[in-house]
């Protein structure tokens, strides 16, 4: 700053510097506009042929900077101004809130809450909308400083004006007729310096052979043309310059006050937080006095709170003829207002729904006739909220202001219970529900007014218990009338209502009176966004009925080849709707808490607590974790956003991998989803988007990867030997999904004949023939030589032995075999044949039995029907032979008795 007040001071003076030229006239013009171009903006003017020309664009850059600083003179003068009063109403508001901060007491919860809130949002506030002043200067200083330099530079200009004054007025004159174009070459009799010479000061040339003789020489290497040129532009710059010095000068005293300010605003925050805190460790440690106390003194408490109300809304305070806002007539005239505009809306519902249900034919429906009572209460009540919505636009009064925001929102929230009801419930039913939450209702309304008025603690003491007491056990009576004819979801709602509001009258008899307001308000909020929720589901699956049902029959259509029995089958007609359902919806509902929370802190002022409690760590361990309630809805947010991913990703994947397949079919042929290994593809997506979550999670919770090496190290023995079968079973698992085996694959091991039922890291299940589900680690399977029947072609070689007497034609039997077992040549569901044809039936003659020629059966079956077609085969072979008097021997024995007992 005081460089550039020097800079002010000594403006016109002149510079005492000798210029000596040299031989070479380029030389000294590109030195000498080296010097001027690094005075002002690059932009402004370039090299040209030689320094008159310069001289000439400088001038015109600056004739019309200064046209331009003396055409927004006007409107930059309107903007300061505007500044300067958004300033003094900020100092006068600062001021206000400083006076009405440090004057309230400790022991009037809400009104200390208040002040406390409002000085907190006037602080930030004013740090995200803070005027840019610090910028305007440090601009202003930047363009003066730069100016201030031109005006050198063009003062040291052979010939130098050395004296302090400008030219005289003959300069605007002489400025007035010389154009730009009129101009003429420098002439070549310019003597330029010598080679010597060095150059001092960015701006002045010395020959040092003339100082050794101590003899000046002035030499000019500007002709008369050229001088005025330069004298004009320095008249320009200077007064360029003297505009900024005055924008400064008015800047900088703004400033001033602005950062006393900003300073002062700074302090009284503090000070509100440290109240704060005071108010955090009144409400949610020290208490109030329990209940029992004031009932043994209740005279004494009595007294205290009706001297507490006359000082609070009495007309005047102590005795003087100051009036306030804040206190009795307006108080009482709110009320009126308030009933009045209750009155007035109620009139004109229930007009409009009569005028309307005579005009309006949907209107005269069952439907509506059924739902008319509650329909006109919600249009009431929106009326009413609009009405006092639009009064509270237009009121000057910083308690109407105050309160009629807390009136509209709790308007609001009643009509969101009311439209939810009426979404999800006909007419009876619907009317019975309202009935069970007009408790909770009224108890909100009740704590509004609490805070409207901002009844002193020593009166809230003494009436809120009873009264929550008495509407916990309204709310119990009237959910045991209603209970059997009302939904099991609304029952459950009213049944947490209950619960809560007596949970709430037991803390505040404990004297905990101030956090049974919150948590009751609370719940208000979060009753008031699950009937939202909960209206929003019903909307979803009555959309699911009437649209997506229809989207997936002709979806299925469509797509007559592709299973649907699969998880996210119909994924490409569903999609939107599962993303409501699986990821938004719930991350909806988990949000609700914070929100609601952050909600009923702002009714009673404490948002700042409640955001603190909601942002701030709760468990921090340097260098290890961090965790808030915040973090901990994020990370609960991220889940439900991943379980969709998963879901989404794995069907489209599956619907991809099955078109692909499904056009390679012929015709006729149904595609079997076995066909394709699905496995892999699963896991593999599962485990890219849960990597992804845990990877995220670590980053937020702040978990260093150091932290895990440390650990990950110091148990890497234990780890390794307790985890070595569950690594085994991981990896082996991998190799097995990689191609080996897959879902839906038939397998023998171990005896054990069976579908693979599901595979994961660690075991594949197998569902066996007789229905048991068998799991196999996957290590175990893995070091197995187990056989996999469908892994090539899904047929499996099936073989049956038929006995026939001695003597019987074999070439015969073989013909009647093979006739008859073309009866199952047919195909199953998918189109595929139950018997290769390619490799046919064979009948061969096996071994010579005892009693028969022992004939053997061989076909390719396809797994899945080999126990149905061998029960099927052996039954035709069997009836064949008969009908063709072929007979299947049996084994005889002839018994020879010698003796006979008894002789």
């Not at 925001?405 to 929230?413: I, R, S």
């Not at 009302?486 to 008899?509: G, H, K, N, Q």
């Not at 649907?564 to 599962?578: M, R």
Request: proline letters at 3%; aromatic letters at 12%.
């Amino acid at each position: 700053m005081k460089r550039f007040t020097d800079l002010k001071m000594s403006r016109f003076q002149a510079v005492p510097n000798t210029l000596v030229m040299t031989n070479k006239k380029r030389i000294i013009s590109t030195i000498v506009l080296s010097v001027v171009l690094a005075a002002i903006p690059v932009w402004a003017v370039f090299r040209e042929k030689d320094l008159k020309k310069t001289l000439s664009v400088l001038h015109f850059e600056l004739v019309n900077k200064y046209n331009g600083l003396l055409a927004s003179e006007a409107g930059v003068e309107q903007y300061e101004k505007q500044q300067h009063k958004m300033l003094v109403d900020l100092i006068e508001n600062c001021n206000e809130l400083a006076v009405m901060l440090y004057s309230q007491q400790q022991d009037f919860t809400f009104d200390l809450t208040y002040a406390l809130d409002e000085v907190t949002s006037q602080y930030l506030s004013f740090n995200s909308t803070k005027m840019p002043y610090n910028e305007i200067v440090t601009s202003l200083e930047s363009e003066i400083d730069r100016y201030e330099k031109l005006v050198q530079a063009l003062k040291n200009l052979p010939p130098a004006i050395k004296d302090e004054e400008q030219q005289d007025d003959t300069l605007e004159e002489e400025d007035e007729g010389l154009q730009v174009e009129d101009i003429v070459e420098e002439p070549d009799s310019l003597i330029v310096p010598p080679q010597d010479s060095v150059m001092v000061n960015d701006s002045i040339l010395l020959s040092i052979p003339s100082i050794m003789e101590e003899q000046e020489a002035i030499i000019s290497i500007l002709d008369h043309e050229g001088q005025a040129m330069r004298d004009s532009c320095l008249q320009y710059a200077s007064m360029i310059r003297d505009i900024l010095w005055e924008r400064y000068f008015q800047v900088d005293d703004d400033n001033r006050y602005y950062k006393e300010t900003d300073n002062h605003l700074k302090e009284a925050y503090n000070y509100a937080q440290s109240r704060y805190r005071e108010v955090q460790q009144k409400i949610f440690v020290q208490g109030q006095r329990n209940y029992w106390t004031i009932i043994r003194k209740f005279p004494h408490f009595m007294r205290s709170a009706a001297s507490d109300c006359v000082d609070k809304y009495s007309t005047t305070s102590h005795k003087s003829k100051i009036v306030s806002d804040w206190r009795g007539p307006m108080v009482m005239g709110f009320v009126i207002m308030i009933l009045i505009c209750i009155l007035l809306s109620t009139g004109v519902s229930w007009l409009l729904v009569r005028i309307l249900s005579k005009r309006v034919k949907y209107l005269a429906s069952p439907w509506f006739q059924d739902r008319k009572l509650l329909i006109t209460i919600l249009a009431g009540i929106v009326i009413f909220a609009v009405t006092i919505m639009i009064v509270d636009i237009t009121s000057y009064s910083n308690f109407i202001n105050m309160a009629l925001p807390l009136v509209a929102e709790f308007a609001w929230l009643a009509a969101a219970i009311f439209l939810s009801v009426l979404i999800r419930m006909d007419g009876k039913k619907a009317t019975d529900t309202v009935r069970g939450y007009l408790p909770i209702i009224f108890m909100g309304l009740i704590i509004i007014s609490f805070r409207i008025i901002f009844i002193p603690n020593s009166l809230i003491n003494i009436i809120f218990p009873p009264i929550l007491l008495l509407f916990s056990i309204w709310q119990m009576t009237v959910t045991a009338k209603i209970r059997k004819g009302i939904e099991r979801t609304d029952r459950s709602y009213m049944a947490v209502s209950m619960v809560i509001m007596f949970a709430a009258t037991i803390v505040s008899l404990a004297g905990y009176v101030m956090i049974a307001l919150l948590v009751v308000i609370w719940w208000i909020f979060q009753f008031t966004l699950i009937q939202t929720v909960t209206a929003i589901f019903d909307l979803l699956s009555r959309y699911y009925d009437d649209h997506i049902l229809a989207r997936k029959a002709k979806w299925k259509t469509e797509n007559p080849l592709i299973p649907t029995k699969t998880k996210g089958a119909f994924i490409e007609v569903s999609w939107l709707f599962d993303l409501c359902k699986m990821a938004l919806m719930p991350i909806l509902t988990a949000w609700t808490i914070p929100l609601c929370l952050f909600m009923a802190g702002g009714v009673f002022d404490l948002s700042s607590v409640v955001m603190d409690v909601f942002y701030k760590p709760f468990l921090n361990v340097e260098g290890v974790i961090n965790i808030s309630i915040f973090k901990i809805i994020i990370v609960v947010s991220m889940i439900f956003i991943g379980r969709y991913i998963t879901y989404a990703a794995k069907a489209f994947y599956r619907i991809w991998r099955t078109r692909g397949e499904v056009s390679k079919l012929a015709e006729g042929v149904m595609f079997n989803e076995t066909s394709i290994n699905f496995t892999l593809a699963d896991n593999i997506i599962s485990l890219v988007t849960w990597g992804a979550f845990v990877i995220i999670t670590f980053v937020m919770l702040q978990i260093p990867t150091s932290a895990i090496t440390i650990i990950s190290t110091g148990l890497a023995t234990g780890i390794g030997f307790a985890l070595k079968d569950v690594l085994n079973n991981f990896f082996y698992g991998m190799q097995l999904m990689s191609g080996r085996l897959r879902v839906g694959d038939v397998i023998e091991c171990d005896g054990i004949r069976g579908t693979v039922d599901s595979m994961s890291y660690q075991s594949t299940q197998i569902q066996a023939s007789d229905g048991s589900i068998i799991a196999f680690p996957n290590s175990t399977l893995f070091s197995k030589n187990f056989k996999n029947l469908t892994r090539n072609n899904a047929y499996e070689m099936v073989t049956f032995t038929v006995g026939v007497k001695y003597g019987t034609d074999v070439d015969k039997v073989r013909t009647l075999v093979k006739e008859a077992l073309t009866k199952l040549f047919v195909t199953d569901k998918y189109g595929r044949d139950v018997v290769d044809r390619k490799k046919g039936i064979t009948v061969r003659l096996g071994d010579f039995g005892d009693s028969s020629v022992d004939i053997t059966v061989l076909q390719y079956v396809i797994v899945s029907e080999k126990f149905r077609y061998l029960a099927d085969a052996k039954e035709i072979v069997y009836n064949t032979l008969n009908d063709n008097g072929i007979e299947i021997p049996f084994p005889q024995r002839d018994l020879y008795i010698k003796e006979m007992p008894g002789k």
